[in-house]
Nanobody
Framework: QVQLVESGGGLVQVGGSLRLSCAAS????????RGWFRQAPGKERVFVAS????????VYANSVKGRFTITRDSDKNTVYLQMNSLRPDDTAVYYC????????????????WGQGTQVTVSA
């Protein structure tokens, strides 16, 4: 059984940084995408970033380009989301996802989800 566990969320001031981690256990086929999505209160879950596990190709939402970076550590079966220059509109629950197919920016493309971690950016 696949499990995804996020960590690294918290409260940060505008302009600050956080690094989220998503550790996976269980067998996830390597030829798939890993992704990050976020959901603000009262809003839909939206795409943030994705990574092709094999090719390391990445895709980012326009709102986070140049500020967020998705990477992976294959030895730890872990995906990271480095978030810099954080803004109040980045406040959301962040979810990691695995077992994704194309298109990698759609939540329906993913088979496995973590429980989410809260990120709050204060002005």
């Amino acid at each position: 059984q696949v499990q995804l566990v996020e960590s690294g969320g918290g409260l940060v001031q505008v302009g600050g940084s956080l690094r989220l981690s998503c550790a996976a256990s269980g067998r996830i086929p390597t030829g798939y995408f890993r992704g990050w999505f976020r959901q603000a209160p009262g809003k839909e879950r939206v795409f943030v970033a994705s990574l092709n596990w094999n090719t390391l190709d990445t895709v980012y939402a326009n709102s986070v380009k140049g500020r967020f970076t998705i990477t992976r550590d294959s030895d730890k079966n872990t995906v990271y989301l480095q978030m810099n220059s954080l803004r109040p509109d980045d406040t959301a629950v962040y979810y990691c996802a695995a077992g994704g197919r194309l298109p990698s920016d759609r939540h329906r493309s993913y088979a496995y989800w973590g429980q989410g971690t809260q990120v709050t950016v204060s002005a």
